[in-house]
C-alpha cells in the first residue's frame, strides 16, 4: 500500500532520506551544489537536513 501523501506534517522536515531521489534534488536545486556534493555531506554529517546545509555553505 502506497503511503497517504494527504496525511503530512512536519515530523520528519529536519531529515534528509538520503535514499529518495527527490529529496536529493530539491537540497541540488536549492543549493546550487551538485548531487554528489549532497551526498557527501550526508555521509560526513549525518542526515540531519540543517547540519547538511551548513556544511555544504562552508
Given at each position: 500500500m502506497?503511503?497517504?501523501?494527504?496525511k503530512?506534517?512536519?515530523?520528519?522536515r529536519?531529515?534528509?532520506?538520503g535514499?529518495?531521489?527527490?529529496?536529493?534534488?530539491?537540497?541540488?536545486k536549492?543549493?546550487?551544489v551538485?548531487?554528489?556534493?549532497?551526498?557527501?555531506?550526508?555521509?560526513?554529517?549525518?542526515?540531519d537536513?540543517?547540519?547538511?546545509?551548513?556544511?555544504l555553505?562552508k
Amino acid at each position: 500500500m502506497a503511503d497517504d501523501k494527504s496525511k503530512r506534517d512536519g515530523r520528519d522536515r529536519s531529515r534528509v532520506a538520503g535514499d529518495e531521489r527527490y529529496e536529493i534534488d530539491y537540497l541540488v536545486k536549492e543549493l546550487g551544489v551538485s548531487r554528489a556534493d549532497v551526498e557527501d555531506a550526508i555521509k560526513a554529517v549525518g542526515n540531519d537536513r540543517e547540519k547538511i546545509i551548513k556544511h555544504l555553505k562552508k
